[in-house]
């Protein structure tokens, strides 16, 4: 692992790091922020289309809350990058667009395991490198980043003592954000829906989801699908509607106080 | 004025707008956030170099802090810009380096006005189009708008019931951030250098800094020139050498808080 930069921030260290993937076969990137005084808790922020490790490390606002909270929080990137790295011109295709999964179809299948890079090779690195504890993981996510939690938490249970998401794509089978990219990567859709997952296999872990009634990109969520499988399945949930706020980071950094202190309460 | 984009913001709106300015010739935007419950106070924040209206407000994590102070943010762009506007390989000179002052030199004089674009324009725009009170405004900023906020504080004394700093540079006269500038812009360095204009001025209000001693630019502020200068002075003020912290958002994040409530109070 190498360290690209340390910057202080709240009394604790904001770093980027980079290291060598075996399961993307790529240099990737994370953040890590180490609060002041770390409990060992570890809370994974998975970022939406398009981003890299470093939108939500600069625009989510986790750091003061985590600072108090003695949470470190891990800003992963979003996919494998690179020129040897299949792309699409696409936004929401191929570089900077992971999903979450592992893909197994086409040029995709080279690269592309998010799902284990979340979930194994970067825990490895992590936790060889930091002082945190594997006992206590958490998991978050804006938006793609949503579908990533959700769905690796209920793929994974027992791995995440606490779920939360902002403004989760949620029922990506009938998404243009979902099912055309889950197609391309895995040649399915039903596995990696966090919905269908949900009545499937239920999520043993406590949850937080908000999303904004203001939300541009409201159709592609499945917002409605999700909250009658929480519904259907009684899954204890704390869910915020909230009026007016739409899709961006100014609507994740105005709840992100109250996703830390869940988190940190259930980590404690 | 025409609305770019509002989005809802700890219950109150980050707004991103743009006008025409008389005094640079050319369209400015800017972004203005809106707490949910105004006082009307308002605080002035001038950026960096390179930055636009966009870097802070997404950046810096005011908005949170403002929300509950009642207190409004604004947001300037940092220079002129366009095609028709001149500008300089160098990112220290030219579009996103404005300097805070009225350029009367060379190709800049046409469109480098951001003393007066700060000053009147688009206070003039700001408060014809929010119910915010000119009896009620502060200034801050960081590192270039840092001694934005000093010199135009020391230039308009009264106008600024508060004044802040971020990393400010405060000795531009000898610093490569500042001589080579604002000798381009104005054919000299003395009038807009806060060191000097503290000495020949002083300052009539109440005054907060805070610097990173880990600083990667700490050469080119002349931080140990001001607080000379504030001693010689005796100048009142709320100074922070902050252990470990670099020139980044990081670090004005980490001191946000502090410096809306200070201004805050002093708004009140």
Same mark, same amino acid.
């Given at each position: 692992? @190498?360290?690209?930069?340390?910057?202080?921030?709240?009394g /604790?260290t904001? /770093?980027?790091?980079?290291?060598?993937? !075996?399961?993307?076969?790529?240099?990737?990137? $994370?953040?890590?922020?180490?609060?002041?005084?770390?409990?060992?808790?570890?809370?994974?922020? %998975?970022?939406?289309?398009?981003?890299?490790?470093?939108?939500? #490390?600069?625009?989510? /606002? #986790?750091?003061?809350?985590?600072?108090?909270?003695?949470?470190?929080?891990?800003?992963? =990137?979003?996919?494998?990058?690179?020129?040897?790295?299949?792309?699409?011109?696409?936004? &929401?295709?191929?570089? /900077?667009?992971?999903?979450?999964? &592992?893909?197994?179809?086409?040029?995709?299948?080279?690269? $592309? @395991?998010? !799902?284990?890079?979340?979930?194994? =090779? %970067?825990? !490895?690195?992590?936790?060889?490198?930091f &002082?945190?504890?594997?006992? *206590?993981?958490?998991?978050?996510?804006?938006?793609?980043?949503?579908?990533?939690?959700?769905?690796?938490?209920m793929?994974?249970?027992? *791995?995440?003592? +606490?779920? +939360?998401?902002?403004?989760?794509?949620?029922?990506? +089978?009938?998404?243009?954000?979902?099912?055309?990219?889950?197609?391309?990567?895995t040649?399915?859709?039903?596995?990696?829906?966090?919905? %269908?997952?949900?009545?499937?296999?239920?999520?043993?872990?406590? %949850? #937080?989801? =908000?999303?904004?009634?203001?939300?541009?990109?409201?159709?592609?969520?499945?917002?409605?699908?999700?909250?009658?499988?929480?519904?259907?399945?009684?899954?204890?949930?704390?869910?915020?509607?909230? =009026?007016?706020?739409?899709? +961006?980071? $100014? $609507?994740?950094?105005?709840?992100?106080?109250?996703?830390?202190?869940?988190?940190? !309460?259930?980590?404690?």
């Amino acid at each position: 692992m @190498k360290t690209l930069s340390e910057s202080r921030c709240f009394g /604790g260290t904001q /770093g980027v790091y980079s290291h060598a993937s !075996e399961v993307t076969g790529t240099q990737m990137t $994370f953040g890590l922020y180490m609060p002041p005084h770390p409990t060992g808790a570890v809370l994974w922020y %998975l970022s939406g289309l398009t981003c890299t490790h470093e939108n939500a #490390m600069t625009k989510a /606002g #986790m750091q003061a809350l985590a600072a108090e909270a003695g949470l470190a929080v891990v800003f992963p =990137d979003t996919s494998p990058r690179g020129d040897a790295v299949a792309d699409d011109d696409a936004f &929401d295709l191929g570089q /900077g667009a992971g999903f979450y999964v &592992d893909a197994t179809k086409g040029p995709w299948a080279q690269h $592309f @395991k998010m !799902e284990s890079y979340i979930t194994e =090779d %970067l825990p !490895e690195t992590v936790f060889a490198a930091f &002082d945190l504890d594997p006992e *206590r993981q958490a998991v978050t996510g804006h938006s793609m980043g949503g579908h990533g939690a959700l769905t690796l938490a209920m793929k994974h249970q027992g *791995r995440y003592r +606490s779920v +939360s998401a902002f403004a989760p794509i949620c029922n990506p +089978s009938v998404s243009d954000w979902g099912r055309p990219q889950l197609t391309a990567y895995t040649g399915t859709t039903e596995p990696h829906d966090a919905t %269908l997952l949900l009545e499937d296999r239920g999520l043993d872990a406590p %949850l #937080m989801i =908000d999303t904004g009634l203001s939300d541009q990109f409201w159709d592609k969520l499945g917002t409605e699908a999700f909250l009658a499988a929480l519904v259907r399945t009684r899954t204890p949930a704390e869910i915020g509607l909230r =009026d007016g706020y739409d899709h +961006s980071y $100014f $609507f994740v950094s105005s709840f992100a106080a109250a996703h830390v202190a869940f988190h940190a !309460e259930h980590l404690a």
